[in-house]
């Protein structure tokens, strides 16, 4: 998923009309994931816009895009419901709801964490907030059956309060790719016409 298309994908005139430049242009994970069944099932994301640093193997995603960072844009789609797609990615657009991304040294693990703008009526504050893992610790693990460990499946987990409760991780739902960085069908095309939402709701 890993891939830096900025020499082939350059800024759009409306971000270059934002100061996006091409310096600017942040490396992405690129392609288009499925959540299996398991989570929100059937709902769709890209990574396309995530300010991935190659060094620290690092990044950050907005969920709904938001205020700050480089240039970015909505990252998840759900199927046409108005409180999932209407009003949630409103309230989060407002707080900043990001994700950030730290993969180990060979890309078969990210812990995931959770941050944001707390101070929601205002909305141009940078998500300054991560919620303790102590609350909730996420990560994503490669899935070793089927196709390998090739970056198309990952097993995406979750512990609610670990550290007092002794809450453990457990199996969310499953990331799987249906489209490749390059627009081709991926591994796991065929979710979408099996578990995809008939429309979807792309908040932009």
């Known amino acids: ?49 995530m300010e ?28 046409n419901n108005f409180f999932e797609n209407g009003v949630g990615p409103f309230f989060n657009r407002c707080c900043n709801q990001s994700y950030g991304f730290q993969f180990t040294e060979d890309y078969l693990k ?24 102590c609350c909730i610790a996420c990560d994503m693990v490669q899935e ?3 196709h390998g460990p090739d970056g198309s499946n990952w097993n995406r987990r979750q512990a609610i309060c670990p550290l007092c409760c002794g809450g453990e991780m457990k199996h969310l739902y499953y990331l799987q790719n249906v489209v490749t960085p390059d627009g081709r069908r991926g591994v796991y095309y065929d979710q979408l016409s099996k578990i995809g939402h008939a429309e979807y709701y792309f908040a932009r």
């Open 144 to 146: 070793p059956e089927g």
């Open 1 to 49: 998923m890993l891939t830096d298309t900025r020499a082939h994908v350059p800024p759009s005139a409306c971000g270059k009309a934002l100061c996006f430049c091409d310096d600017a242009y942040p490396r992405m994970l690129a392609g288009v994931m499925i959540e299996g069944e398991g989570g929100i099932t059937g709902t769709v994301l890209t990574k396309r816009w």
């Open 110 to 133: 990210a812990t995931i964490s959770v941050k944001l703008n707390f101070c929601i009526c205002i909305p141009c504050l940078p998500p300054f907030f991560k919620v303790p893992e």
């Open 52 to 79: 991935f640093d190659a060094e620290t193997k690092s990044g950050l995603i907005k969920t709904y895009g938001g205020y700050g960072g480089l240039y970015s844009a909505a990252q998840w789609s759900g199927g």
